[in-house]
C-alpha cells in the first residue's frame, strides 16, 4: 500500500479509481528519484 501525499492531495483520500493509480505513479516515481530503493516503498 502506498501512502502520503502527491502534489498536495493525499493519495488514500482520491476516490477515483484512476486517479488513485496515477497518484500511485506520482509518488513512486518521486520516491525512487530521491533514492530509495522498490523494497522500502511498497513495505
Do not use: F
Not at 476516490?15 to 522498490?38: N, S, Y
Amino acid at each position: 500500500m502506498i501512502k502520503g501525499v502527491v502534489c498536495g492531495v493525499r493519495v488514500e483520500e482520491v476516490a477515483d479509481p484512476l486517479m488513485r493509480e496515477i497518484r500511485h505513479l506520482d509518488k513512486l516515481v518521486d520516491e525512487l528519484a530521491k533514492g530509495k530503493t522498490l523494497e522500502k516503498i511498497l513495505r
